[in-house]
């Protein structure tokens, strides 16, 4: 079974652009990821995430999109798993490549979610939680994690600061990162005086919606010699979970999070990702979403999260740096974008390509991506070549 590297990836700008369409956003990151003499014969598959926030194009949005980027033939898959979709669609093309289907596939994904009204966004937001018992009870995804972060600080009696500490920790990342949605400043007392949203989660503990999209190029090990720049693709792990908030046994953890790191690390070799990690992308839809994270994804031991944000560890020159593209939190949420997203920023800090984000000789590094509340989670292991397991 052959390896499977990422041999380019690039994304559009996130944020609000009433100018642009799902087509040319697709066509902005497919642009910076593809080299231009790349043909369309060269591409053998692609997978394309996306939600289709607003209603466009809801069958064969897939096709729609490789279609206007010229991969005239490529069979095209739309992928929907949430806010998990794109991560979905990376771990489609990775089995494409390793089963021998495929040379060379792209994966991708998409979002347009400023151009509805606050009403019609939050109810495209709402399709993606469980319908009868949670939306139907006027349940929305702020004051589902509000539940989580109200049991997470109850249960282990940590500070709302270290939600703060988190949104500040993102902005600061996101200030340098010239695509991010808020790439703006804003500290933890910011965060601490802001608006309560769903209590205890104020505005900067939540995500904004954004437009946007990305793209990653998957390749086999005889593909990928042939481009200049090559990131191998060492552990992928994905898990489902209920829907539903309500129908699990836990409010303060993601299992689906856990049982996904578990099979990427194993596949990786990955022993102990405190280690074994030079720095990771976490789903942060909500602040308490990436505390939740670094318990779930091995980074500390439960209960732990909240020092490990107040004292720094995660922050760029910590020992562990989480989200150095600013994360959902500050780069932005465009649903279907955001876990090709997430591999755009490994692909970049392993190239050395992250500018003024840069981390020093990175060498693994690790995406993570959640769907809904956690009824999906996918992981993804990155690794330069030459790395052995830690």
Request: charged share 20%.
């Amino acid at each position: 079974m052959t390896d499977a590297y990422v041999v380019g990836a690039g994304q559009s700008s996130f944020g609000a652009f009433p100018e642009e369409t799902y087509r040319t956003l697709f066509r902005e990151a497919y642009e910076s990821a593809a080299p231009t003499d790349l043909e369309a014969d060269d591409v053998d598959e692609a997978f394309v995430g996306t939600l289709g926030v607003g209603g466009r194009q809801i069958g064969l949005a897939g096709p729609a999109v490789t279609e206007h980027v010229g991969l005239h033939g490529v069979p095209c898959t739309r992928v929907e798993n949430a806010c998990a979709a794109s991560g979905s669609a990376l771990r489609q093309a990775v089995m494409a490549v390793r089963s021998g289907m495929a040379d060379l596939v792209l994966a991708g994904g998409v979002e347009v979610m400023t151009d509805a009204s606050a009403e019609a966004t939050k109810y495209w937001l709402g399709v993606s939680g469980e319908t009868e018992w949670e939306r139907m009870a006027g349940t929305t995804f702020s004051g589902v994690y509000a539940q989580m972060a109200d049991a997470y600080l109850r249960e282990y009696d940590a500070p709302r600061r270290a939600l703060s500490a988190v949104a500040a920790k993102s902005h600061a990342n996101g200030a340098s990162n010239p695509k991010a949605h808020l790439g703006f400043d804003c500290s933890v007392e910011d965060a601490e005086s802001a608006e309560v949203v769903a209590d205890p989660l104020t505005l900067y503990h939540c995500c904004p919606t954004s437009d946007g999209a990305a793209a990653v190029l998957v390749a086999s090990e005889e593909a990928a010699a042939s481009f200049d720049e090559r990131v191998r693709i060492a552990g992928v792990g994905a898990a489902s979970d209920r829907v539903g908030l309500f129908q699990r046994d836990t409010y303060t953890a993601i299992p689906a999070s856990e049982s996904a790191a578990a099979t990427a690390y194993d596949r990786a070799g990955v022993a102990d990702p405190r280690t074994g990690l030079d720095f990771a992308e976490v789903h942060d839809c909500f602040a308490i979403a990436e505390l939740l994270a670094y318990e779930d994804l091995g980074f500390c031991e439960r209960g732990e999260a909240a020092a490990l944000a107040l004292d720094g560890v995660t922050k760029a020159d910590g020992d562990l740096p989480v989200n150095t593209s600013g994360g959902l939190k500050s780069k932005g949420h465009p649903i279907g974008a955001t876990g090709a997203g997430q591999a755009v920023e490994a692909f970049d800090q392993l190239t050395g390509n992250a500018g003024e984000r840069q981390l020093e000789d990175p060498e693994r590094g690790l995406t993570h991506n959640v769907g809904g509340s956690g009824g999906a989670a996918v992981v993804h292991v990155f690794e330069t070549e030459g790395v052995t397991g830690a």
